[in-house]
């Protein structure tokens, strides 16, 4: 389990002996199937569900936003340097209305010697940025928040589960869901 | 000028009358000399200058950041599907140490006939994700907050400039520089 | 006007005075709007409404195609080695219901010095794969039909029109519709 | 064996149970060794045996056509939203001469958890997008037909074959060559 | 006309006025028609004729390298992260055989507002990877040499050519040829 | 031991029996660990150290050369056409400042199927490319030299080492150091 102090301790795993960041070496790890889950949320002050309805295309948005972190997901290694490139067994992407934000979940699974947290930040990130366009032409100030990891299991350290948070709570998506 | 009423109105240049997203046809449009400005931060309940001096690799992560979001910034419509495909003039990413926080700046320029603030927001994404993943080591809460856009301007609508932001005010980053 | 003889003749343009091929050199043309449009069919023996309706996806996997296409469109020139970087214009995908096919209609535009043609044609490609891999699912022996350049114009050779198909006459979509 | 019916029915391994198209997660499978072979034609009114001729090109653009289609078939999950990144063992794409069409054939192995279906079919595809270029160019009407999987073994469903064809009897190509 | 005098000097304009590194703002700039060549060897132990003829591919090696050439010139802006995306009017790759190497002269010619001698040279690079690969499986100490500038023209700094060379002097293939 | 002579003799593995090129089937072999070192030199007729200390930039240029490489590795089955697609283990760039040259040293490890000296090679090309773009704004006749392999380890040909080098001689970096 890792902790959750947020106190920085140790040394990182992807800087070498001489403080120099490369692409940490896994050859040792025994591959096995790991899960993250990260969320992010689209933020307007103007109305979500008139946002959509004024337009027709807004079922296409939601698929638009989706298939888009799908596959940034499976480019992520060629956003973040250091990031090993793996295959990703399952992705998917969620897309749940509230009131004045999209709320994004993403959920990435693999079978690897390396985790697969920035995979599932990743295709937050871009689901979100797609859902941000046609937002700001109506609302310059819209913003993408809480861009975060919420649960994560596999690996050395075992199952993480984001135990609160701020704008999160009482959120209907399910963080176990896979 | 651009209203930043935050209220959804008319149709968006994006969806055609049947009501299908697509890739709007510029074709008419004159080349203009377009900026955007787009910011975030990456926030961790940990304290950023112990982070980055525990670690020799501090300077490269700062590196690593900028040209993650650079090359981002150039990918922008492999990222996004209804971005036009456009050719930067000059893409710049600034980091600033907070007590907690990142400090994300992204500055795009282009001279074309659509508008660069989806490149600035990518930029932003990308370098915030390669901050992020050292930090969830040591705090798994980490998170990317208030990426939106800060400044734009040329095209149809003008100058906008953010006008004030609940996290953002008293920054040190000078919103006029390209 | 290109005549439409089917005849070879002359020397092709993309081979030097050598016989080696290499990309055309269009540095003496203007930049000039040009548009094409591309067709195919993705073809079954079972019946495509059905199909779509025992899939609550259905909606979505057209959406997909559609996105697929318009993606593909914009990296023509990193799947075709001779093909120009370009930057499109405006790029729109169709998707029609037959009864045992789907008829995938894209137009693309740009202002460039080389033709749009083997980006409509990539779009439609990339759009009818998509389809394609669901129903494999049901009918391995579904297969993508005609895909075919059905209009273009700009350029040197000005407007041509294909008059007639063996498979597509009669189509309802718009063959002028850019 | 999969059945070869041609009717629609179940439902679709990549549709969720909410009717979302999502990436399906094969973490549970084990990697087999799986081959796809897929096929189609570039047709044109004119002779293909003197336009190959008229231009000393003719064998470039051969080998053109061949490397086109396997460098598609390794980013074919960057072409198609929902399929895996997988790592290709092996790839080969054959080019025949026919009186009025080049006959295109690509091959692919895998040993993953999931199909190479969509890996041969989109080296065909790209295969024969690079072909049919120079052929518009004399020929505006020539189009790419029978895209279709020909042969297939591995996974769940074992050992496919088509088992004829109106176009491809007779053809000279081995369809157990892997 | 750009000295050649080997002695650094000035401050680089790829660095701002406070040492950062980004990716030079070319909005003032005027497009002009920008020409570079660039060579390299590949160098082996062995005679390059005999391992040719010995193998049935040699041609397609010489074709594969050429077009891997052509496509990594166009995608140079994703591998150097301070290159901007240009669109490339004309590349072309020729590779000649000398006893004991390969000789490999790009040329690529653009009309914008920054130079193109890093696409000539990264086609260079690309092209001698694809031809060493082959040679290193009977000659493990071949090696790419001499990968340098050769000719250039256009912008501010004119027509400069390589005057002399320690190992290409004599060499067959024209300078001037575009 | 792979034979050290230089003489070609035999079939390639990557031509078939009737010649063609493809990409090789790599199915039956099981998965080794593997390591390859690359190096090459980036050779100006200026002093390097007072050229870096010149530009504040100088530590940044290291940083992206690095950092450059490293994708680079990452992508050489985009690059390569006949390069399988392989998930690279660990991969470092370092890069040692001599009086007139830049060394850049690679090392890549997979746990994979064929081998990685490739995907060293292309690191190292691709950080050597990064150092000379600035270099050449001051020697324009600045060069990439003896870009080789230097050790590999894994698979059926054991380990294998450079023995000495004409210009490496006496070089500070470990050719052990993984």
Known sequence: MTDDHGEPSGRL?????????????????APTRRVAQARCRVCTSGEIAP???????????????????????????????????????????????????????????????????????????ASALVLLQPVLEVDPRASIEELTLWHKSGGRSGVWQRSDSKTMRGGTANPNRE
Do not use: N, W
């Open 51 to 125: 946002f959509l309805a004024s337009t027709q295309g807004g079922i296409g948005l939601i698929e638009e936003a989706r298939y888009a972190g799908i596959m940034a997901a499976k480019r992520t290694s060629m956003l973040i340097p250091l990031c090993h490139s793996i295959r990703i067994d399952g992705i998917d992407v969620a897309i749940e209305l509230e009131e004045h934000a999209f709320l994004v979940t993403a959920v990435a699974a693999i079978t690897e010697r390396t985790g697969v947290e920035m995979e599932a930040l990743t295709a937050c990130a």
């Open 13 to 29: 795993t992807h800087v070498d002996e001489h403080g120099k960041a490369h692409m940490v070496d896994v050859t040792g790890k």
